[in-house]
């Protein structure tokens, strides 16, 4: 026996098609959103930052390096000369939060989008390892927490820094535009999420 949908079957399946697309994409924003726009938690308290900065590092190994950094402050470079050759470092300045994200992703000629665990191996452990070749890593980052209040982040004692030990950061990008979002673990124990999206400045400038 042939079956002829209805038109009332038709319109059905029709917004069960379209429930579900909503739905999915729904679900894929709230996979990466933590949290509200450009802000960070931390223990219940909020943190917000406007500037971002990507140091463009180039190829390491078998990876592509970036350098995220971002905050409420401002960013200050300085030029150290060793010998003759000047090297440019880039300095944090009046926050009250920010963070140093140093992502590998793989592959020699561009920095790809992608989902970034943590390791506690070096830039050189990275390099020398093949089996790693494929994963997007990060390593040595860090975030700057004002918990006192005063109106900056601790750098002297170190006691408003911590560095981040475990789980994920998730980068999308169309660069320089990008959009992070974040689920850490500190060294102390306590967990930070967030995200961020915005154009960064790039260093060095094409």
């Not at 069960?16 to 679900?27: E, N």
């Not at 390791?119 to 093949?130: R, V």
Request: glycine letters at 10%; a negative charge.
């Amino acid at each position: 026996m042939h079956f002829k949908p209805t038109l009332r079957l038709k319109t059905i399946l029709y917004l069960m098609l379209v429930c579900l697309g909503s739905c999915d994409s729904a679900q894929n924003d709230d996979e990466f959103s933590i949290g509200q726009s450009n802000t960070l938690s931390y223990q219940g308290k909020s943190f917000s930052y406007d500037k971002g900065l990507v140091l463009n590092r180039g190829t390491s190994g078998n990876h592509y390096n970036i350098d995220f950094k971002i905050t409420d402050g401002v960013f200050t470079a300085v030029d150290i000369y060793i010998g003759f050759i000047p090297y440019t470092y880039w300095y944090f300045g009046g926050e009250t939060v920010r963070l140093d994200l140093e992502l590998y992703a793989p592959g020699r000629a561009r920095f790809s989008p992608g989902s970034f665990t943590y390791t506690p191996l070096s830039e050189d452990d990275i390099g020398d390892a093949p089996n790693l070749a494929g994963e997007f890593l990060f390593l040595d980052s860090e975030i700057g927490l004002d918990l006192n209040g005063d109106g900056e982040v601790d750098t002297d004692t170190g006691s408003e820094l911590f560095d981040i030990t475990d789980v994920t950061i998730t980068v999308d990008e169309v660069f320089p535009n990008f959009k992070i979002g974040f689920d850490l673990e500190l060294e102390n124990g306590q967990s930070v999420s967030g995200n961020y999206e915005a154009e960064f400045t790039v260093w060095p400038i094409d």
